[in-house]
């Protein structure tokens, strides 16, 4: 049984991190769209185009469940995606919104790339559960690039992740749903400047957590084999791959391949 998880990027791959763990039996492809990237400032148009691109591509490699590991791609493609392809899908904003409504919150904020926070599917699916949690919600999709080339090191974007976040200051936040796979990456920073007590909800744990449950009930024989491969694919890999990668896992040994997307 083979999972295929994708992204635009590597961002997916805090939720790659969570399902391998989660699943130690099940073969793992990671897709991450690099050449393409970034998703998050594009409209639903070309964000569906490559979304179907990229399930076809996992499909075509034996992939028989699909996790969208993209808030973008989830926001926009997941209805549609779940209509053309008849395979098992999981997305990532109803894990996060999941995980979000667990402890009762009245005040949440949401941070995702411009078109996931325009796409309001983070306000529609909170609302749907409760009309009456008020919903802040910032754009910050200039977190993506940071993130992706692993400049956060440097001092000097500190402040551009400050002036993103000023917005939710002294708002009495009871969690901060990070609705974008690439910021879990940078919880250090955020937690550095809302605050240590911030709840930050990553959608990760809940998406593994969800599409466990669904294996147990499904296919509870896969559960017995041994350890199974897990392999990366991208369509770009760039020079400072490596040390974000290192960051995310504290270790290079990955079987990773480039690949085209037609
Ligand atoms: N990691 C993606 C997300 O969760 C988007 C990054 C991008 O391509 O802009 O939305």
């Known amino acids: 049984m083979k999972i295929g998880i994708f992204d635009s990027g590597i961002g997916g791959l805090t939720v790659f991190k969570e399902i391998s763990k989660a699943l130690p039996s099940f073969e793992i492809i990671y897709l991450g769209d690099t050449a393409r990237l970034p998703y998050g400032i594009k409209s639903k148009r070309t964000i569906d185009r490559y979304s179907i691109n990229n399930v076809k591509l996992l499909k075509s490699l034996d992939c028989e469940i699909i996790v969208i590991a993209c808030n973008t791609a989830s ?3 997941t209805n549609l995606l779940k209509s053309k392809f008849k395979i098992p899908i999981f997305d990532v904003i109803s894990a996060g919104v999941k995980a979000a409504l667990k402890d009762n919150p009245k005040i949440l904020g949401v941070i995702g790339t411009d078109s ?29 690039p940071i993130i992706e080339q692993g400049l956060i090191k440097k001092k000097h974007y500190n ?15 009871n969690g901060l749903i990070l609705g974008c796979t690439h910021y879990p990456i940078i919880k250090r920073k955020i937690k550095d400047y809302l605050g240590d007590d911030i709840r930050l909800i990553d959608s990760s ?7 466990k449950k669904y294996l147990e009930i499904n296919y509870p024989n896969e559960f017995t084999k041994r350890k199974s491969k897990r392999s990366i694919l991208l369509t770009d890999k760039s020079n400072y791959f ?9 270790k290079l040994d990955f079987n990773i391949k480039l690949i085209d997307i037609k």
């Open 116 to 144: 996931t926070i325009n796409s309001m599917a983070y306000n529609k699916m909170i609302l749907n559960n409760n009309s009456n949690i008020k919903v802040y919600t910032k754009a910050c999709s200039i977190f993506v």
């Open 75 to 77: 926001s926009y493609s």
């Open 242 to 250: 490596d040390s974000v990668i290192k960051k995310i896992f504290n």
């Open 205 to 211: 744990l809940e998406v593994s957590a969800t599409l």
């Open 159 to 173: 402040k551009i992740i400050e002036e993103n976040l000023k917005f939710f200051k002294n708002k009495n936040l």
